[in-house]
């Protein structure tokens, strides 16, 4: 039988999902959610052709009221701070979870999130790119294994037009939001790191620049993580075009990537470059993933420990932001 999805919030990244979900035989779109119900019927239109067998609702607490029949799961793409009423709202119905990044937009929130999963026996996983991504298994089994050695320093960057780009939307309302550029695409770049070294952050000391607007557009930082992994930050969110990276450094090589996987550059312990590394890991899509889970076909990629490593170091970075000064961070609840 396939998991009955509902989609709430109809907007680009939900485009996204529903392009990938013609790959997902698994996978019954049978409802759609949105506040706006000319975003609602464009997006039944464009990606349903309309279909009158996936019933629109006007808010998620109109869907939960009056559910399709054998509704399994939501998919939420919504704005960044609704994230958390909308998923504690799901999970207490008893809907599975696949939430938009960032998966909340503060730590306490994580917190009560992680608790609720516990309580509710709930399947949640986060829809950050990268890590259902095959060169980021590759990347954290090479770390597991020792093959870079001890950590040493991490390096990343993401660069792109993004104060002209979203200007308007939600996405600069930091009520919507949660913050700027470091809760956008920064959050995938965090999230990426988290995901491959697997610990959290125990000091962080950050600069931002808001260049005018009531969120930040450009953000340089340093963080230390547990085991003494020193790394550099800088989001740089008002420069043309689209640039981005990390590097991962050990005493016995280095590796580097995409903050969404893509690409791939191995050195060993000689400082050669292994020219064609053999990748054998799986890849997926958040939402291929997230049905294979649920059907026990997979193990889930992105639960919420990663949305709690994540909340944890923004918390931080924007406190120390706020204080100009560095902050050293409690260990979450993981």
């Not at 975003?39 to 996936?54: G, M, T, V, Y």
């Not at 696949?98 to 516990?118: G, W, Y």
């Not at 993004?162 to 959050?187: E, F, H, I």
């Amino acid at each position: 039988m396939p998991v009955n999805l509902a989609i709430v919030g109809c907007g680009g990244m939900a485009g996204s999902h529903a392009r990938n979900l013609k790959d997902v035989p698994d996978a019954c779109v049978v409802a759609l959610c949105d506040i706006k119900r000319e975003n609602l019927e464009k997006f039944h239109r464009e990606h349903f052709k309309s279909d009158p067998a996936i019933r629109l609702y006007n808010s998620i607490e109109e869907l939960v009221a009056d559910p399709p029949k054998e509704l399994r799961a939501m998919l939420l793409a919504t704005p960044h701070t609704v994230h958390f009423p909308h998923a504690m709202l799901a999970l207490d119905k008893g809907y599975d979870v696949l939430v938009e990044k960032p998966m909340v937009t503060s730590s306490d929130h994580a917190r009560q999130l992680d608790l609720k999963i516990k309580q509710t026996g709930r399947h949640l996983q986060v829809a950050f790119n990268s890590t259902f991504s095959p060169e980021f298994a590759y990347i954290r089994d090479v770390i597991s294994r020792g093959d870079l050695g001890e950590l040493q320093t991490i390096n990343a960057y993401s660069c792109q037009g993004w104060k002209n780009a979203v200007a308007g939307t939600w996405r600069q309302d930091p009520a919507l939001s949660g913050g700027g550029q470091m809760y956008d695409t920064g959050a995938h770049l965090f999230n990426s790191i988290a995901w491959l070294i697997d610990r959290p952050v125990t000091d962080v000391y950050c600069v931002l620049d808001n260049k005018g607007l009531k969120v930040d557009i450009n953000a340089v930082m340093t963080i230390k993580w547990e085991g003494g992994v020193l790394g550099t930050a800088t989001i740089s969110g008002n420069t043309p075009g689209w640039q981005e990276g990390i590097w991962i450094s050990g005493d016995k090589g280095r590796i580097s990537t995409g903050i969404h996987g893509g690409r791939l550059e191995h050195f060993d312990a000689k400082g050669q470059l292994i020219k064609y590394p053999l990748v054998t890991q799986p890849g997926y899509t958040p939402i291929g993933n997230f049905v294979a889970c649920l059907l026990g076909k997979a193990e889930p990629r992105c639960p919420v420990r990663y949305g709690i490593l994540h909340s944890w170091l923004m918390d931080g970075l924007y406190q120390s932001a706020r204080e100009g000064k560095p902050v050293k961070l409690t260990r979450p609840p993981i």
